[in-house]
């Protein structure tokens, strides 16, 4: 039968039918100090122990386990051992609860393994448990001294006997998938749930979260608030340490919002620990918080029972290990975490909050764990979804950064129905930009968003351009007149120059103004999806290849940053033409058609979308692309664009007659 494991134990046939009709629940345990393990090979059914797992507060409670058999091979890394657990710990909620993952189980004194797999819908007193030899492969991972227990296989044969089937499922969905086309005599299990708090989110970004963290089934409970007052802080309170059995947490955001998630220790070796007995999200090495946890109440659920939980305090450890056994990490050491402040000022109601955070470092996770942070502090900041204006302040901080260390970044942005998720585009796709570049670490240490948001639409619609000459030689500049609508305003003249190229063909030329492009990203996620709760990070291998999605990729940090700084933003009025290059001059021009004097000598253009290299001072110069270019800010978001031909003339002494003054890039004018 495929994705089914036999039974490797003595299993009365009516508990195996039983197992099989009912689903049951799967397990693992844990530790005490220095212990004797129990090989699997030892393992038979009838054999009894008890467990330690915390149900409320801190205290470590015992329950009672009894062994039922051994799956083999039937875990993501070995075998797993089916158990019974009862007593009055676990009974008042029916047995074993999300967040129980890692409660240690002891056989005779001798550490067994941790409570690690379960069946939804089903019997709670019923699991499975992931052997401690397996578990320790994990620890050993951890840098120092190695665990003193002992982990060899035993040399004894296993007792063999009567078996039925077991599958292994990976989350909830595919277990029911499994449960409708296995046969009745097959049970399906799946790792306890690991419940994680969702801490300080409101409903959009909590929707989010959850699509998000959809593909890692886990489950996800409001809460994740800070422990009760005395509780490991106040003076003279008992400190809550990690021991076995005791409960603790494992965070990606900490702070004004957080997510934790919460599962139990199974051994504890000098400053390392191992937990859970399955993989929190096996992501393998990791930095991640972790720290004691309090439980506020252990739920009782027909799916399965849950712990709500929360860090006792600030993160006290780091998870530095993810594997499919077990997670690990060290009591005296804390992740390198991200710093992240967003301050959101709404200009129409008069008021300014700030949201601050920690956030871990993941390749995959971190741009969308600040795009859920930045979402709630933009939601809290203007407790509205609808349109607005923004203006979007941002600084990267990074060790290895150019110039300082610093990446900072002045934009502006309209939307006609969802300004919050409108603006964090540029900034995130920025982010990632960095994080993800082919080149160099930047070392990022800390990010600081701040946004100021009008209700009121300021955006300015392009009505008109045209030249202040009808013809221009090389090396001389074109005056270009742009009128412009803002909305319910009035009619407003902006004058830009171009600089002709004293390598330009004679010809006739189409010049562009548009409204600036701040360029599309190749994101690691649907940023739109997963702020509306629709979609989630989704790493594909070309999201780190490029920067942009047009250009010459950056050889260096510093080449990187100059195509950062020189994208366009929304409130600029770009003008652009691509020229024709002369005989013999093409090497300062690709691309270029030679066309006599009078006919047509032009570059195909761009779509307006694609992002060049950054223009000489003043917003004017040559791209990459070939294109001339000029831009000028304004005060308004620029909506749609126009276009006009201009003559370029052969060389001559003479220079071409303009019928009017050009002025300076500027304000109003009147040509």
């Known amino acids: 039968m495929r994705g089914a494991r036999r039974l490797d134990r003595i299993l009365p046939r009516a508990l195996a039918v039983a197992l099989a009709a009912t689903g049951l629940c799967l397990a693992a345990a844990g530790a005490l100090a220095a212990p004797e393990v129990l090989p699997v090979e030892q393992v038979r059914p009838g054999l009894v122990g008890y467990g330690l797992t915390v149900v409320q507060g801190t205290r470590i409670d015992r329950f009672d386990v009894e062994v039922l058999g051994v799956v083999e091979q039937a875990g993501p890394a070995g075998d797993l051992i089916l158990v019974r657990v009862s007593g009055p710990a676990v009974e008042p909620f029916g047995g074993i609860a999300a967040g129980m993952s890692g409660s240690p189980v002891y056989v005779d004194g001798r550490l067994l393994g941790a409570i690690g797999y379960a069946f939804e819908f089903s019997d709670h007193s019923v699991g499975m448990v992931t052997p401690i030899a397996d578990m320790l492969e994990v620890l050993r991972r951890v840098p120092g001294e190695p665990s003193p227990a002992s982990s060899g296989p035993d040399a004894q044969a296993r007792e063999r006997g009567p078996y039925r089937h077991v599958a292994l499922a990976p989350d909830p969905a595919t277990a029911r998938r499994m449960r409708e086309a296995l046969p009745a005599d ?268 009008s209700q009121q639409r300021q955006t300015a619609a392009i009505v008109r351009a045209r030249p202040l000459s009808d013809a221009v030689r090389p090396g001389e500049r074109l005056g270009v007149a742009v009128d412009l609508l803002p909305y319910r305003g009035e009619l407003e003249t902006r004058i830009l120059t171009l600089q002709i190229p004293e390598d330009a063909a004679p010809g006739t030329v189409s010049v562009t103004v548009r409204g600036g492009s701040p360029g599309s990203f190749s994101l690691g996620l649907d940023l739109e999806s997963l702020l509306s709760g629709e979609g989630g990070p989704t790493k594909s291998e070309e999201s780190d290849q490029a920067p942009l999605d047009e250009g010459e990729i950056p050889t260096n940090l510093e080449k990187l940053l100059e195509t950062l700084e020189g994208r366009e933003k929304s409130n600029e009025l770009v003008a652009e033409f691509y020229p024709g290059v002369l005989p013999g001059r093409a090497d300062q021009g690709a691309d270029a058609t030679d066309a006599p004097e009078g006919g047509r000598a032009t570059r195909l253009p761009g779509d307006g979308s694609s992002v060049e290299s950054a223009p000489e001072p003043e917003g004017e110069g040559r791209t990459e692309t070939g294109a001339v270019k000029r831009t000028l800010i304004t005060p308004w978001v620029i909506e749609g664009s126009a276009s006009f031909d201009v003559h370029i003339l052969g060389r001559s002494t003479e220079p071409a007659r303009a019928p009017g003054t050009v002025q300076a890039d500027g304000g109003p004018v009147t040509p």
């Open 186 to 453: 097959t049970a399906v299990m799946l790792p306890v749930a690991t419940p994680v708090m969702v801490g300080g989110f409101g409903p959009r970004a909590r929707r989010a979260v959850e699509r998000l963290f959809a593909p890692f089934g886990l489950m996800l409970v409001p809460g994740g608030g800070a422990a009760p007052v005395g509780v490991g802080a106040a003076a003279g309170a008992d400190p809550v340490e990690l021991r076995p059995g005791s409960a603790f947490g494992v965070g990606l955001v900490q702070g004004d919002v957080s997510l934790t998630a919460i599962g139990t220790v199974t051994y504890v070796d000098g400053s390392r620990f191992v937990g859970f007995g399955h993989p929190f999200l096996q992501k393998g090495s990791v930095d991640f918080f972790a720290g004691p946890a309090y439980i506020h109440r252990t739920v009782g659920s027909l799916s399965v029972p849950f712990k709500v939980g929360s860090l006792v305090g600030e993160p006290s450890a780091v998870l530095t290990e993810d594997r499919r056994a077990a997670v690990a990490g060290r009591t005296d050491a804390q992740p390198d975490a991200i710093r992240l402040r967003v301050t959101v000022g709404d200009v129409s109601g008069g008021r300014s909050r700030t949201l601050e955070a920690r956030v871990v470092r993941d390749d995959l996770l971190t741009v969308p764990l600040v795009a859920v942070a930045a979402l709630e502090a933009l939601d809290r900041g203007l407790d509205r979804i609808g349109p607005g204006t923004a203006r979007t302040i941002y600084r990267i901080e990074g060790r290895a950064l150019p110039g300082g260390g610093v990446f900072a970044r002045d934009a502006m942005d309209y939307s006609a129905s969802d300004i919050a998720a409108r603006l964090l585009g540029d900034f995130l796709g920025t982010l990632q930009t960095l994080l993800t570049n082919r080149l160099e670490d930047i070392g990022l240490t800390s990010i600081d968003l701040t946004v100021q948001v």
